[in-house]
C-alpha cells in the first residue's frame, strides 16, 4: 500500500518570504501523480499542484513550485513571497496512475505572520 | 459551473441513529468521490463512483455504510446506526475522465458529522 507522510505538522512563514512544506511517499510503482492540496479554514480543497511521475520537470504554478525527487521518493513545495491568503492546511496526496483514490498526507497547517 | 456541493453542512445526531448525506458533483462530471476526514488527519478514501457504478470500495467503509448514485448524477452516502467513531467531515470530490491519466478532483465543501 502506498503511503504519504508529511513530518511538518505546523510552519509558519512572514508575510513576503519563501516556505518549503516537505512530503515523502512510498510506493512501489513507477507511474503515479502527486498532488499538493490547500484546505483553507472552514473552506473546500483545492488544487494548487500536480507533478506527474514520468516528467522530469517540476512543476510550477505562479508562486507554488514543487522539488520532486523520485529516487528519493520526495515532493516538496516551495512558495514564493507568501501572503495573508496562502494561510491554510496543506495536503500532500498520491495517486497511481490509472487509479483513482487519492492517498493523502497528514497535513502542514502554514501560518503567515503580517 | 458552480462547484461541488454537499447537504447539509452539518449534522447532529443521536449514536444509533441513521444518517443520509447528499453530494450534487459538477454537472458534466461522470466521476464521484467519497472521503472521510477526521480532525487532524488528511481525507482518507471510502469509495468512487464512475456514472452510476461504484467502482470501489475501501475496507473502511463498513457494512453500516452505502453510497449510491443513482442515474449517474448525485450520490448519497448512508450510514446506519451511528457510532461515536463515525463523526468526521464526510468529503465528497468529482471529476472528468479526459483521457489524458491525470484527472483533477474538485472537493466540495463537506458534511459534517457529530454523534453525540
Known amino acids: 500500500a502506498q503511503t504519504v507522510t508529511q513530518s511538518q505538522p505546523e510552519m509558519s512563514v512572514q508575510e513576503a518570504e519563501t516556505v518549503t512544506l516537505s512530503c515523502t511517499y512510498d510506493?512501489?510503482?513507477?507511474?503515479?501523480?502527486l498532488f499538493w492540496y490547500k484546505q483553507p479554514p472552514s473552506r473546500q480543497m483545492i488544487l494548487v499542484i500536480r507533478?506527474?511521475?514520468?516528467?522530469?520537470q517540476n512543476a510550477t504554478e505562479n508562486r507554488f513550485s514543487v522539488n520532486f525527487q523520485k529516487a528519493a521518493k520526495s515532493f516538496s513545495l516551495k512558495i514564493s513571497d507568501s501572503q495573508l491568503g496562502d494561510a491554510a492546511m496543506y495536503f500532500c496526496a498520491y495517486n497511481n496512475f490509472g487509479n483513482e483514490k487519492l492517498t493523502f498526507g497528514t497535513g502542514t497547517r502554514l501560518t503567515i505572520i503580517p | 459551473d458552480t462547484g461541488v456541493s454537499q447537504n447539509p453542512r452539518h449534522k447532529i445526531t443521536k449514536r444509533g441513529q441513521n444518517v443520509t448525506f447528499r453530494c450534487d458533483p459538477i454537472?458534466?462530471?461522470?466521476?464521484l468521490y467519497w472521503y472521510r476526514q477526521t480532525l487532524g488527519q488528511g481525507p482518507e478514501f471510502l469509495t468512487y463512483?464512475?456514472?452510476?457504478?461504484?467502482?470501489?470500495k475501501s475496507r473502511l467503509l463498513s457494512d453500516r455504510f452505502s453510497a449510491e448514485r443513482p442515474k449517474g448524477s448525485f450520490s448519497t452516502l448512508e450510514i446506519q446506526r451511528t457510532e461515536q467513531g463515525d463523526s468526521a467531515m464526510y468529503l465528497c470530490a468529482s471529476s472528468q475522465t479526459t483521457g489524458t491519466g491525470v484527472y483533477e478532483q474538485y472537493f466540495g465543501p463537506g458534511t459534517r458529522l457529530t454523534v453525540t
Open positions: 507533478q506527474e511521475a514520468y516528467k522530469q
Open positions: 463512483f464512475q456514472n452510476e457504478a461504484q467502482l470501489e
Open positions: 454537472s458534466e462530471h461522470n466521476r
Open positions: 510506493t512501489s510503482e513507477s507511474d503515479y501523480y
